[in-house]
C-alpha cells in the first residue's frame, strides 16, 4: 500500500466534517495513527489499538461480536461502549460492528476522555475517529498478500482510478485454540470486505463524497476453560458455538462553503444481520444452548455548520445530529436434560416437602422462545466555540440531546410435569410472558477548556498548558439476556402454584424489574501540558496530563443468584477514576521512538464495595516502540504492558500485570514492499477474560505467541 503523506493540522481539517484545527488546538487530548503506521505495527482492528491509546484496553476474547472496551477505568462487557466509532463521519450505533478489520484506513484519530458534546450517545471515554482512502487521497493500484501462525492467510486488492476508489480484503485463520471435546480449532473463521467510495467536486462549489461498504463473516470463538480446583481445564464443550455477521454500511455527504462557513450533510444507513450460536454452559455436558438473532436497520442524519477562517479570533462549529434504530430481535434458548435437572428440577425439589414427592418434567429438551423489538430514537443540538485572545484559546460548548428507547417482549414455554406424590399422570403446562417497556430521556452536556502557549512553535519548539471540564453519557437499555431466567422462575413456581405449593425459593432470582437500566454519566476535569522541539537531529513532540473522573449511575455486568443461565446490566452506583496519561513521538537521525503510558485508579464510591477497584480495566497501560530505519529497510521492536486486573467486584480474584513483546522488519523494492511481524515473542502467559455461568467460573488465556509474513505492491 502506497502511504499517504499528510500533516496533522492540515490532515484534521480534511479528514472530517468536525474535526479541525480549533478543536484540537484548545482541548483534547488526541492519539493519531497514519496509513504507514497501521501498515508497520500490523494494526489490523480498533481492538489492536490497546495500549497504543494511553488508557485503553480492547481485550481480544470471545469473538467478533465482543467488542468489549475500557478507557480510564470505565466501561462495560456488553450492551453500549463507553467509546463512540465514527468511520467517514457516521457514527456506527452497535458495538457488534466494531471489531471489524483495518483495510485502506488513511488515518485514525482517537480523542481521549469524554466527547459528549460534539459525539453525543456512547462517548462517555472517548470516540475513534476513522478515516478511509479515497480517489482523492491517491490513485493507482495496489494489493497484498499475507500469511502466518494459526493457519492464517489474508489477501487485499484496491484501485483508485478517477472519482472512483474500490477495495477488496479476504481473511482466513484456522484458530489459535482447541476444543479437545472434538478435537478441533474452536476458533477458526473466515471474514470478507469491500468498500467503493466515490468524490466528486460539483457544480457552485458543493463537494460529494459517498462510501458504501460491505462485509461478512463466520467464525467460531468462546475458547473458555473452566476454573476448577485450583486450576484451569482445557476447552471442552459438547455444542457448537459459531457467529456469522453481514453488514451494510452507506455514508453520503455533502458540503459547500459559503464565505468562510462551511455546511456540510452528512446521511447513513446502516444494516446488520448477525446470528450468534452458543454452547452457553461452556462444559461437555448438555445443559443449555443459545441461539441469537439480529436484523438491525438504522438511520443517522446530521447537519453541520462550522466556521472555516482559522486565523478569526472566534470559531464555531453547531449542528443537528438525528438517529433512528430498530433491532427484531430472536433469542431462544434449548434446556437440554442436564440443565432441566440442574435448573429447575434440583431447585424445585429442594423446596417440596417430602411428603409430596418430588417434581419431573417428561420433556428430553425444553425450549424457551424470546422475541424482543427494540426500538431507539435521538436527536441532539450542539455548539462549540472557540476564542483566541494573544496566548490564550478558550472553549465554551454544549449538547442539548434526547433519547427514546423501546422494547416489546414476548418470551414463553411449555413442558409436562408430575409431582410423584400428587399426581397419576403428567399435566401439561405452558406460560407466556410478554409486554413493552420504553422510556426518554433529557441530557445536557457541558463544556469548558483553556489553554495558554509559553511558547510558539516558530521557535523551534512548542509548550502550551490546557485545563478543560467536560461531560460524556453511556445509553441505558433493556437486558434482554435474562429473560431465559424470568420465565424459568416463572415456570417452576407456576407448576408448584397449580399445586398449592409455595417454594421457599420463589423470591429468588430475577424479576421484569431487572430489564432495564438506566444511562450512565461523567464528569471529566483534566489539565496538563503539550510541548515539541525541533532541531536539526531531532524533533520530539508529547504531552503529559492528569484527570479525575466522576461516574453517576456506573453500569456494570453482573450474575443472577443462584445456578442462573443469563447475565444482566445493571446501575452499580458511582465510581471514580484517577490517571496521569502520556504520550512521546521523538527521531532522532534514523530513530523513532513512541511511547504511550497511563496509570488509571478507578473504584468504587457510596456503595458496599467502596473502595475497591473497578472490576476489568485494568490498573494501567503501556506501549513502547523503537523503529530503525535506512533507505528501504524499517525495523522496530515493541512492547506492550496491561497492569493489574481485577475480575470481581470484591476484587478476590486478579490478573497480575503483564507484557508481551513485538518486532517487525520491511523491505521496499521497487513498487514491492516485504514485511514480517512477530507478536508475543517470548510467550507471555495471561488470561483476557473471567465470568460465571451457572456458578462455575472460566477463563479465556491470551493468544501464544504468533508470526505473519506479506508482500505488498503499490504503484
Request: aromatic fraction near 12%; hydrophobic fraction near 35%; proline fraction near 3%.
Amino acid at each position: 500500500m502506497g502511504v499517504v503523506s499528510d500533516t496533522l493540522v492540515a490532515s484534521r481539517v480534511n479528514a472530517s466534517a468536525k474535526l479541525s484545527a480549533e478543536l484540537f488546538g484548545a482541548q483534547a487530548q488526541v492519539s493519531f495513527f497514519y496509513l504507514e503506521d497501521v501498515e508497520q505495527r500490523g494494526l489490523q482492528s480498533p481492538k489492536t489499538l490497546s495500549s497504543s491509546v494511553p488508557g485503553l484496553h480492547a481485550p481480544d476474547y470471545g469473538s467478533a461480536m465482543t467488542s468489549t472496551i475500557y478507557m480510564r477505568g470505565v466501561g462495560s462487557r456488553i450492551d453500549n461502549p463507553v467509546v463512540g466509532l465514527y468511520i467517514d463521519d457516521i457514527p456506527v450505533l452497535d458495538k457488534n460492528l466494531y471489531d471489524s478489520e483495518f483495510f485502506d484506513i488513511r488515518r485514525a484519530d482517537f480523542l481521549r476522555g469524554p466527547q459528549g458534546t460534539l459525539f453525543g450517545r456512547n462517548s462517555l471515554a472517548g470516540v475513534l475517529v476513522l478515516t478511509s482512502l479515497g480517489p482523492a487521497d491517491r490513485q493507482g493500484l495496489s494489493a497484498s498478500f499475507e500469511c502466518g501462525s494459526g493457519e492464517e492467510a489474508g489477501a487485499r486488492f484496491s484501485s483508485y482510478r478517477g472519482n472512483n476508489g474500490f477495495s477488496l480484503s479476504f481473511r482466513h485463520i484456522g484458530g489459535y485454540y482447541m476444543n479437545e471435546y472434538g478435537n478441533e480449532s474452536c476458533d477458526a473463521g473466515n471474514s470478507f470486505n469491500a468498500r467503493h467510495r466515490w468524490q466528486k467536486s460539483a457544480r457552485k462549489g458543493w463537494e460529494a463524497d459517498n462510501t458504501l461498504a460491505v462485509s461478512a463473516l463466520r467464525q467460531g470463538g468462546w475458547p473458555y476453560r473452566q476454573w476448577l480446583g485450583g486450576s484451569l481445564q482445557p476447552i471442552s464443550y459438547n455444542d457448537l458455538c459459531r457467529y456469522t455477521r453481514a453488514s451494510l454500511l452507506e455514508g453520503f455527504k455533502l458540503w459547500k462553503e459559503f464565505g468562510g462557513l462551511q455546511f456540510s450533510s452528512v446521511s447513513g444507513i446502516q444494516v446488520m444481520l448477525d446470528e450468534m450460536i452458543l454452547d452457553q454452559d461452556f462444559t461437555s455436558r448438555p445443559v443449555f444452548t443459545l441461539r441469537q438473532a439480529q436484523r438491525q436497520g438504522a438511520f443517522t442524519q446530521e447537519f453541520i455548520f462550522r466556521k472555516t477562517d482559522s486565523d478569526s479570533r472566534w470559531n464555531h462549529i453547531s449542528g443537528i445530529f438525528l438517529a433512528a434504530k430498530y433491532n427484531s430481535m430472536s433469542a431462544p434458548v434449548t434446556m437440554k436434560r442436564s440443565g432441566i435437572e440442574d435448573l429447575i428440577l434440583a431447585n424445585a425439589n429442594a423446596g417440596i416437602p417430602d411428603e409430596l414427592g418430588d417434581l419431573f418434567i417428561r420433556d428430553e429438551q425444553l425450549f424457551i422462545g424470546s422475541d424482543f423489538g427494540l426500538g431507539m430514537l435521538n436527536a441532539a443540538f450542539y455548539h462549540e466555540s472557540y476564542f483566541k485572545t494573544g496566548r490564550w484559546k478558550f472553549t465554551a460548548g454544549v449538547r442539548v440531546d434526547y433519547e427514546f428507547d423501546s422494547m416489546s417482549y414476548d418470551s414463553r414455554s411449555e413442558l409436562d410435569f408430575m409431582v410423584s406424590g400428587l399426581m397419576k399422570d403428567y399435566y401439561h403446562y405452558s406460560d407466556r410472558y410478554d409486554g413493552d417497556l420504553a422510556n426518554g430521556r433529557w441530557l445536557l452536556i457541558p463544556k469548558l477548556a483553556a489553554s495558554y502557549t509559553i511558547r510558539e512553535a516558530d521557535r523551534g519548539g512548542s509548550l502550551e498548558l490546557f485545563a478543560l471540564l467536560s461531560k460524556g453519557s453511556k445509553a441505558g437499555g433493556f437486558n434482554t439476556q435474562i429473560f431465559s431466567d424470568i420465565l424459568q422462575n416463572r415456570l417452576m413456581n407456576g407448576m408448584m402454584d397449580k399445586l398449592g405449593v409455595h417454594l421457599a425459593s420463589a423470591s429468588e432470582g430475577s424479576t421484569a424489574t431487572n430489564t432495564t437500566y438506566g444511562p450512565e454519566s461523567a464528569w471529566n476535569a483534566e489539565g496538563g501540558v503539550r510541548f515539541s522541539a525541533r532541531h536539526e537531529d531531532y524533533v520530539l513532540k508529547g504531552s503529559a496530563s492528569a484527570f479525575a473522573m466522576m461516574v453517576d449511575d456506573l453500569q456494570m455486568t453482573v450474575f443472577p443468584p443462584g445456578k442462573s443461565t443469563g447475565r444482566m446490566m445493571t446501575n452499580a452506583g458511582r465510581c471514580r477514576s484517577l490517571g496521569a496519561e502520556t504520550v512521546l513521538d521523538a527521531s532522532w537521525k534514523r530513530l523513532r521512538l513512541n511511547l504511550a503510558a497511563a496509570l488509571t485508579d478507578a473504584r468504587f464510591t457510596g456503595s458496599e464495595n467502596a473502595g475497591k477497584r473497578i472490576p476489568y480495566a485494568p490498573s494501567g497501560t503501556l506501549y513502547a516502540r523503537i523503529a530503525y530505519a535506512r533507505g528501504r529497510i524499517c525495523a522496530g521492536v515493541d512492547l506492550t504492558g496491561t497492569g493489574d486486573i481485577f475480575w470481581n467486584e470484591e476484587n478476590s480474584l486478579r490478573q497480575p500485570a503483564y507484557a508481551c513483546a513485538g518486532a517487525d522488519l520491511s523491505v521496499k523494492v521497487g513498487s514491492f514492499r516485504f514485511w514480517c511481524r512477530a507478536e508475543n515473542i517470548l510467550s507471555e502467559e495471561y488470561k483476557v477474560f473471567y465470568f460465571k455461568s451457572m456458578g462455575n467460573e472460566f477463563f479465556q488465556m491470551g493468544k501464544p505467541a504468533r508470526i505473519r509474513i506479506g508482500i505488498s505492491y503499490s504503484k
